[in-house]
């Protein structure tokens, strides 16, 4: 099977802990990943496996980790 295109809009926190793991093994199967992401996040960081693009949010990590 050919490789595609997959664009990820994620859900911070668990869901995206199983769902790096899928990520992970699409890549290595060939399909070009792309995830998009809010700016501030608590698990969401770039990979080898995806191209991660961010996009601005009223909210700071420090107000972020502060409400936490």
Known sequence: AAGGKLLV??????????????LDVLKQKGHEI?????EV???I???ESY???LYPVPLTQ???EGNL
């Open 9 to 22: 809009v994620p859900v911070d926190g668990s869901h995206w802990l199983s769902m790096r793991e899928v």
């Open 34 to 38: 792309v995830v998009i992401s809010p």
């Open 45 to 47: 960081k770039p990979s």
């Open 41 to 43: 996040t608590l698990q």
């Open 62 to 64: 420090e107000e972020m």
């Open 51 to 53: 191209e991660l693009k």
